[in-house]
């Protein structure tokens, strides 16, 4: 398993550099200068994760690796850093409504487009649905 993972690793940053070369060489004309961009992109991110990946995987050895994995899994499943996860998660979520709402009374009183002004209290709509929604799902599931 540990082969066909650096196999995958490697087929993905040849698809990114594939991409690449076909977004900067093939697709030239006018008409595909957004498929263009899409392309290269695209096949940077991929290249970049592929090699980064394989870099990654050559450096550290299988044994090394499931040491790691096993670490990482006691880790995420201790129960201290879970609540200190969700504690965190709960603050972040206070803060970015606060920062939204002050986005929509600056760009209200700026005079910016009402369509903008929507799409951004959308947002705020849909935070105040999912707190609704989960905390009544998580109520009856616990």
């Not at 957004?34 to 992109?41: P, R």
């Not at 970049?48 to 790691?68: D, F, R, T």
């Amino acid at each position: 398993m540990y082969k066909s993972k650096i196999g995958l690793y490697a087929i993905i940053a040849v698809l990114g550099t594939a991409s690449v070369y076909m977004g900067g060489f093939v697709f030239t004309g006018e008409a595909l200068k957004s498929l263009s961009g899409l392309c290269i992109g695209l096949g940077a991110a991929l290249f970049c994760l592929g090699i980064g990946n394989l870099i990654g995987a050559g450096i550290i050895s299988k044994v090394e690796n499931e040491e790691l994995v096993r670490k990482k899994n006691i880790e995420m499943n201790d129960e201290r850093n879970t609540r200190i996860r969700e504690k965190v998660g709960a603050q972040i979520n206070r803060i970015v409504v606060y920062a939204l709402t002050v986005i929509v009374l600056a760009l209200g009183f700026m005079g910016t487009n009402v369509m903008i002004i929507i799409m951004i209290s959308s947002v705020l709509l849909l935070e105040l649905v999912l707190a609704i929604t989960l905390s009544s799902y998580y109520s009856k599931r616990m």
